[in-house]
């Protein structure tokens, strides 16, 4: 009842930090749910969706075996940079210019960033909240107390106890909101951030190895031996 009183009782100002606080924790629940969905397995199934690619004869078998181990598209983009890349690559371009693996390179680099943009959505959201939704119930709690300590200056009979906990604990309870928005998105913050980066780690270690099979590093031809140098008398 004393979150309903303080809610009756507040103005215009305490009731919009009332309601900002409950769309960042909407927005909070709705993003940690959103986000466990779309990790879930982590690197362990990115691990097993890179053995099966590599178990294939070829890219374009590897690339249908990904299709349907990897619906959330976090290893499919880049073993299809791959296999795009020839028809991709125009001759007398800047994109043919340079090493014969550079081209390889942007494509893998690209698909990676776009991979990894996927993989942190919704951090920032998260860190947001969790770092602002404090602030936001203290704020609610400080206006509450001017607001109860105005009106209890009004009255007659002077301060008293009973007349200022009232109030005063009413208008605590917006710190308790905001701590109880921050804190399940901290969590879900540093969680999520854990099983990105093992993912990212993964994600960076299969493009590594593209690169090398479908891309070597040119040999270099070995030096002549040095021819000795005549002796004279």
Same mark, same amino acid.
């Given at each position: 009842?004393?979150?309903?009183?303080?809610?009756?009782?507040?103005?215009?100002?305490?009731?919009?930090?009332?309601?900002?606080?409950?769309?960042?924790?909407?927005?909070?629940?709705? +993003?940690?749910?959103?986000?466990?969905? *779309?990790?879930?397995?982590?690197?362990g199934r990115l691990a097993r969706a890179v053995a099966l690619f590599w178990q294939a004869p070829d890219v374009g078998e590897g690339v249908a075996r990904l299709a349907g181990l990897d619906p959330r598209r976090h290893v499919l983009p880049l073993a299809q940079a791959v296999q795009s890349l020839p028809a991709r690559t125009q001759p007398d371009t800047l994109q043919a210019l340079g090493q014969p693996q550079a081209p390889l390179t942007r494509a893998?680099?690209?698909?990676?960033?776009?991979?990894?943009?996927?993989? %942190?959505?919704?951090?920032?959201?998260?860190?947001?909240?969790?770092? +602002?939704?404090?602030?936001?119930?203290?704020?609610?709690?400080?206006?509450?107390?001017?607001?109860?300590?105005?009106?209890?200056?009004? %009255?007659?009979?002077?301060? +008293?106890?009973?007349?200022?906990?009232?109030?005063?604990?009413?208008?605590?309870?917006?710190?308790?909101?905001?701590?109880?928005? *921050?804190?399940?998105?901290?969590? *879900?913050?540093?969680?999520?951030?854990?099983?990105?980066?093992?993912?990212?780690?993964?994600?960076?270690?299969?493009?590594?190895?593209?690169?090398?099979?479908?891309?070597?590093?040119?040999? +270099?031809?070995?030096?002549?031996?040095?021819?000795?140098?005549?002796?004279?008398?």
């Amino acid at each position: 009842m004393g979150a309903l009183s303080l809610l009756d009782q507040a103005d215009a100002v305490g009731r919009g930090v009332a309601l900002l606080l409950l769309l960042m924790s909407v927005a909070s629940w709705v +993003t940690l749910l959103w986000k466990a969905w *779309a990790l879930r397995g982590g690197a362990g199934r990115l691990a097993r969706a890179v053995a099966l690619f590599w178990q294939a004869p070829d890219v374009g078998e590897g690339v249908a075996r990904l299709a349907g181990l990897d619906p959330r598209r976090h290893v499919l983009p880049l073993a299809q940079a791959v296999q795009s890349l020839p028809a991709r690559t125009q001759p007398d371009t800047l994109q043919a210019l340079g090493q014969p693996q550079a081209p390889l390179t942007r494509a893998l680099r690209d698909a990676l960033q776009a991979v990894l943009r996927q993989l %942190q959505a919704g951090q920032i959201l998260l860190a947001t909240i969790g770092a +602002t939704a404090p602030f936001v119930g203290l704020l609610g709690t400080v206006w509450g107390i001017h607001g109860a300590l105005v009106s209890i200056a009004g %009255q007659a009979g002077g301060f +008293t106890i009973d007349k200022v906990a009232g109030p005063v604990g009413e208008a605590l309870i917006m710190t308790a909101f905001g701590l109880a928005v *921050a804190l399940p998105a901290v969590a *879900a913050y540093n969680v999520f951030g854990r099983i990105i980066g093992h993912m990212e780690a993964e994600l960076e270690g299969f493009a590594h190895d593209l690169l090398a099979v479908f891309a070597p590093e040119p040999a +270099t031809a070995p030096l002549p031996p040095a021819r000795p140098m005549p002796v004279t008398a």
